[in-house]
C-alpha cells in the first residue's frame, strides 16, 4: 500500500476537526490526492471514524455544570499550562471562581500561560474534557502505600526510579 493510501486510512480513522487541521497543514497537491482517497473509503462504505469522540467535544454539559472547588480540587496540582488549557477551551461560567481559589502568584502564571496559547488542538481538548470528567466522577485511586494520588495523570503506575 502507498504512503498515500496509508495515510488516507489514518486519517479517514480520526474525527472531521482533526481531519481537517492535518489535511489545511500540507501541500495542496497532498491533499488533493488524500481528499481523493478519502472519498474512495466513503464510497466503499467505510464509516470515519471518531464519531463518539464528536459527540463528546459538542457536549461540554458537564464540566459546565462543575463547582469551581471540585475543578479547584482536581486542577489544584496539575502544571500551569495545563490548568491554562482546560481554561482555554471555552468561555467557562466558572473561570473567575476558579480562578480566585489560586494563590495569587500561581494565578498569574495561570493566565501568563494562557495569553496567546489558543484553544488547544481538537485531540487535546477531547483528552482535557474526558479527563476532567472522568475525575469529577469517581475519587482518585489510592496508591499502594496508602497515599492518594493528584492530578489528571494519576491514573499511571508510579514509576520508580531507576536502578541498576
Do not use: C
Request: hydrophobic share 50%; glycine share 8%.
Amino acid at each position: 500500500m502507498s504512503g498515500h493510501r496509508q495515510a488516507a486510512v489514518a486519517l479517514h480513522a480520526l474525527t472531521e476537526a482533526d481531519r481537517a487541521a492535518i489535511l489545511n497543514d500540507l501541500p495542496m497537491p497532498d491533499q488533493e490526492m488524500l481528499r481523493g482517497y478519502l472519498e474512495e473509503l466513503q464510497a466503499l462504505g467505510f464509516e470515519s471514524g471518531g464519531r463518539e469522540f464528536d459527540a463528546l467535544a459538542e457536549t461540554p454539559a458537564g464540566l459546565e455544570a462543575a463547582s469551581a472547588s471540585a475543578l479547584f480540587s482536581v486542577l489544584e496540582h496539575e502544571p500551569t499550562m495545563l490548568v491554562a488549557q482546560v481554561l482555554a477551551l471555552q468561555d467557562w461560567s466558572w473561570k473567575a471562581e476558579l480562578l480566585a481559589l489560586f494563590p495569587s502568584a500561581r494565578r498569574e502564571l495561570i493566565r501568563a500561560a494562557g495569553t496567546g496559547a489558543g484553544v488547544p488542538a481538537p485531540a487535546r481538548a477531547r483528552f482535557l474534557r474526558g479527563a476532567l470528567e472522568a475525575k469529577l466522577g469517581r475519587p482518585a485511586p489510592a496508591r499502594a502505600d496508602g497515599a492518594t494520588p493528584v492530578g489528571i495523570f494519576s491514573s499511571r503506575k508510579w514509576w520508580r526510579p531507576w536502578r541498576r
